[in-house]
């Protein structure tokens, strides 16, 4: 033990103040105990065959007071957009309206089954109609499949609307271009459709190297996979011309949309000549991350691919809304997921929409640069901007300015938690050492990022000073468990709780 | 703009910092071809009041299970959700956080889903279970691809009695992954000879129950089976109750067991968001899809949580990842563990023991109609019964009754089969002996008629 933590550990509990710790639900079990009444039940005639079962399953026993104890404790463990600014690159933490919680649990939206008739639903398809129109219209597409689960579900569907489309017209191409910059996902997802994965460099401005993607081309290249704003923050001024060139050799555009945010309302994706991109409504439309999910992923298709949409999709005849459910006879890649989508994430987006409309959502890109452009400005003394120039929605830094100090990427960002800040994505993207990729949003004021910028700012310098060295690498200590050892976990998984009873030596608390 | 903090006059010294006249100049390197000069010419913002006005309308035009009698089921389940779940889970520490990427700020995440992975796990009666799935159909299709890695073989069998729309997602992934899927003709109360299916390059074999048409199963042979010829059992789950009464998949032998979560802590919400809950046994954790939250320690030695055994997947491994999946249904899983914490062991089961008495009345009721038989031996809480007339047309004659009273299952497989008549109903702890009654009333009258 450090000692720091003898200083601030005093108590006979273990709590300090506000900051309460919290044990397992399964160490709260009191046997009988519920938080849900039923009245019991005859269950000696059943239906049940052979198979009804007196196993004790373990689940704990307690009350609902202490059911609200538990989790808001745990809740507040938490950092959130709520709290303060979630400067997460890529990730677009904005503010998430309230109006759209309240519209996502009305009667008639929050509590109907995906297979009623649809003379009951019309309302809801239409909310699904009309999202659709918006993201159409926004992106200057000719289609939209609304069914995928979250971005990388977007871009399975987005790659097999490719595969489909390949398959269609007799040819097997096999390898898609993938810049070095990509998230994770853009691989994973070309992989898991049976693509082989040519990854081509960025050059030196942060953007795609065109030579040496016209190099990779050739007839067995199925398609190019292209983040527009990219992971680094930069608009990819020759995706028109990128656009052509693919197409040119028989091959299509996937933009991956989740840096959507930066251009939203002014530019659209069907103008530079994209085949088809994935949407997250989790991002760019405000619904909530919870914690990681759920997600929403509809994908914009041009005429060139739009006729291989999954099932289900909406068709107006006669005047009533009717969902096109099964694929046999069409051209359509077949059905990603059960049910016909993310419904909840739809009215939540399609209420931001709304709520902001085209002059809204003008702002929104417009702000979200401006917000970004205002950190990097700020910063672009004291810390190292990675490349020169303006950025988009998110200002990318490397740890050139770390050099020597003894301080790390990841120490920097844990001491950003000890000044009550979430950190920026760090070490991605891949392109550039030491990452610190910083996305305000639209949803930050001047006085907010001017905190966030003066911290930024006097960690660095303090950083290089060189004197307090300590002070990085023990951090954060103000959180309610201080640095975590993540190899241990990895290297000795514990998953579940039982487990952790064979190994309780190791509990402290 | 209410979502909008920044003013003309901040942007004024914002854009003097930054060294640029206006905005629009910081969107100047875009080409101007592509660059749109002024707002589309679409709607404009609207307060919060017309919005709720607009949407509220919209909503009006459905008819929900607040106001009808809900029967329906076939994977998406109408159950009562405790209010302090609904609170809990809008708290903004839980709605507005991110995946936890920073483990020292998430530690309230972190515990809730190492708690979720350990219920799922004691309910499905496996070793370990992860972080969750994007819902019950798309963890069918990642399971038969961990088990294609497992086994590195690429012939699969689906048993014709999973939900329609799970084999299609899972043909789906064959038709685009490689790997070839076996199924029998889906033959309505004729049991499946699936063992006789199983050979030494089959990598799987994936089975439901309750099944779509609500018959119970022990797949206990069927899992000797497969483990004599080196295949995996993937056994499904679609009405997580059930498992408050019914012996568990894993002490039937499955290998992984997948499920859809929805029916604990999530709205019907007309199909999504859910909650996909995956769990396998231990010996395969490194190739499991997803995210798992694991128990460590912090720097003074105190017990902490982290996501763990991340070389699995995306953002490190990328194209070797076991998925690409990311973003998950965090929040439908916080829903999903409070609802079954409050619950305990004592409430589950009642809720499960509540279902099975409703569905048995309902079966006994509608039974009596003349005409009408049931074809289910075994059910939980949903049966497929034989109507006299078209299963479409009386189902939205008693729409109109304000009874959602089930699904035909013409919707699931066309018309080429003789299922014209054929309806699946579905009874839950919300509909009252009442409500069973009446609606077998109507459904008499209908018939009738």
């Known amino acids: 033990m450090t000692n720091i933590t003898k200083k601030t550990s005093p108590t006979i509990s273990g709590n300090q103040g506000l900051k309460l710790e919290e044990q397992l639900i399964f160490e709260q079990d009191n046997p009988g105990i519920s938080g849900v009444d039923f009245p019991a039940v005859d269950l000696s005639k059943n239906h049940l ?54 519209m996502a649990r009305l009667p008639g939206l929050g509590d109907i089954h995906p297979f009623q008739p649809f003379e009951t639903i019309q309302g809801a398809l239409t909310v699904i109609y009309q999202l659709a129109d918006w993201l159409r219209q926004l992106t200057g597409m000719a289609a939209v499949a609304m069914p995928p689960a979250a971005g990388a579900h977007g871009e399975l569907c987005g790659m097999m609307a490719i595969r489909a489309a390949l398959d269609h017209r007799g040819e097997k191409r096999l390898r898609v271009l993938v810049p070095e910059s990509a998230h994770g996902t853009n691989p994973a997802t070309a992989a898991a459709c049976g693509f082989q994965v040519d990854p081509i460099p960025a050059n030196a401005k942060g953007t795609i190297d065109l030579a040496a993607f016209r190099a990779k081309l050739g007839p067995d290249v199925a398609a190019i996979m292209i983040t527009n704003p990219n992971t680094c923050g930069l608009f990819e001024t020759e995706i028109v011309q990128i656009a052509k060139d693919i197409h040119k050799i028989g091959g299509y555009l996937y933009c991956d949309g989740a840096n959507f945010n930066a251009i939203v309302g002014r530019v659209r994706p069907g103008d530079l000549g994209i085949d088809c991109m994935h949407i997250n409504l989790h991002k760019t439309f405000s619904t909530p991350h919870g914690g990681g999910g759920p997600g929403s992923g509809p994908v914009v298709l041009a005429q060139s691919l739009a006729s291989f949409a999954p099932v289900p999709y909406i068709e107006l005849r006669a005047g009533q809304y009717q969902l096109v459910e099964n694929a046999k006879g069409t051209n359509s890649l077949g059905r990603l997921k059960a049910f016909h989508g993310q419904m909840g994430m739809f009215i939540r987006a399609l209420t931001y929409i709304l709520s902001h409309g085209a002059d809204g959502l003008w702002q929104v890109s417009g702000d979200a640069v401006l917000n970004a452009n205002y950190i990097r400005a700020c910063l672009e003394k004291t810390m190292s901007p990675a490349f020169s120039g303006t950025c988009m929605h998110e200002a990318l830094f490397s740890d050139n300015f770390l050099a020597d100090t003894g301080v790390t990427t990841l120490d920097f960002a844990k001491a950003l938690i000890d000044e009550g800040f979430h950190p920026m994505t760090v070490y991605f993207p891949l392109v550039v050492h030491g990452a610190m990729l910083v996305e305000p949003t639209e949803t930050e004021s001047l006085a907010s990022l001017d905190q966030f910028i003066a911290s930024m700012e006097g960690l660095a310098q303090i950083a290089k000073k060189q004197e307090s060295l300590d002070s990085f690498k023990n951090a954060p200590i103000f959180t309610p468990r201080r640095r975590l050892d993540e190899t241990t976990a990895a290297r000795n998984p514990i998953l579940k709780w039982s487990d952790q009873q064979k190994t309780a030596k190791s509990d402290a608390t | ?214 018959n119970l199963h022990d797949f206990t042979e069927l899992a000797k089976a497969c483990q004599a010829k080196g295949a995996l059992l993937i056994v499904i789950v679609t009405e997580i109750i059930s498992l408050g009464l019914l012996k568990s998949p894993g002490e039937m032998g499955a290998d992984i067991v997948v499920a859809e979560g929805q029916s604990l802590g999530n709205a019907l919400s007309f199909g999504g968001p859910y909650v996909g809950l995956f769990a396998t046994r231990e010996k395969y954790i490194r190739q499991m899809p997803g995210r798992l939250a694991g128990q460590t320690t912090d720097a003074d030695g105190k017990r902490g949580w982290v996501l763990t055994l991340s070389t699995r997947e995306q953002h490190i491994r990328r194209e070797k990842a076991t998925s690409n999946i990311c973003t998950n249904s965090g929040l439908c899983a916080l829903a999903f563990t409070i609802h079954l914490s409050l619950l305990g062991e004592v409430g589950f089961r009642r809720l499960a023991e509540t279902n099975h008495a409703r569905a048995s009345l309902l079966a006994s009721e509608i039974g009596k109609i003349r005409g009408v038989s049931i074809i289910n031996k075994t059910f939980f809480n949903e049966f497929t019964v034989v109507l006299p007339k078209s299963a479409k047309i009386t189902v939205d004659r008693l729409a109109s009754y304000g009874i959602m009273g089930g699904i035909p299952m013409t919707r699931f497989y066309g018309r080429q089969l003789e299922l014209s008549h054929v309806l699946l109903i579905c009874a839950t702890e919300m509909n009252t002996e009442n409500e069973i009654e009446s609606f077998a009333k109507v459904l008499r009258k209908v018939l009738n008629d």
């Open chain 1, 49 to 102: 065959g052979g198979l009804l079962s007196n196993r004790r399953i373990g689940l704990p026993g307690l009350s609902e007071p202490q059911i609200m104890r538990h989790y808001t404790r745990l809740s507040q463990k938490n950092y959130a957009i709520d709290a303060g600014i979630f400067p997460l690159g890529s990730c677009t933490m904005k503010h998430n309206p309230r109006l759209n919680e309240k």
């Open chain 2, 1 to 214: 703009m209410r979502y909008l903090p920044i003013s003309d006059a901040d942007r004024q010294r914002m854009l003097a910092k930054i060294g640029v006249a206006s905005v629009d100049d910081l969107f100047n390197h875009i080409p101007a071809a592509v660059r749109l000069k002024k707002p589309l010419d679409l709607p404009h913002h609207q307060g919060e009041m017309e919005v709720e006005r607009h949407m509220t309308a919209l909503a009006a035009k459905n008819i929900g299970a607040t106001k009808a009698s809900m029967f329906l089921g076939a994977g998406a389940y109408n159950h009562h959700i405790p209010a302090a779940v609904d609170h809990l889970i809008q708290r903004g520490e839980f709605l507005t956080s991110y995946t936890p990427y920073q483990p020292e700020l998430a530690q309230g995440t972190l515990q809730y889903l190492f708690e979720f992975q350990t219920q799922v796990a004691m309910i499905t009666g496996m070793e370990v279970a992860n972080a969750s799935m994007y819902d019950g159909s798309t963890a069918a299709a990642e399971a038969v691809m961990m088990a294609n890695r497992i086994t590195k073989r690429q012939e699969v069998i689906v048993s014709s009695l999973v939900h329609p729309h799970y084999l299609a997602v899972i043909e789906t992934h064959a038709r685009f992954g490689g790997f070839k899927v076996a199924s029998e003709p889906m033959v309505i109360g004729r049991e499946e000879k699936l063992t006789k299916m199983i050979h030494d390059q089959i990598s799987c074999v994936v089975v439901q129950t309750p099944d779509f048409f609500g």
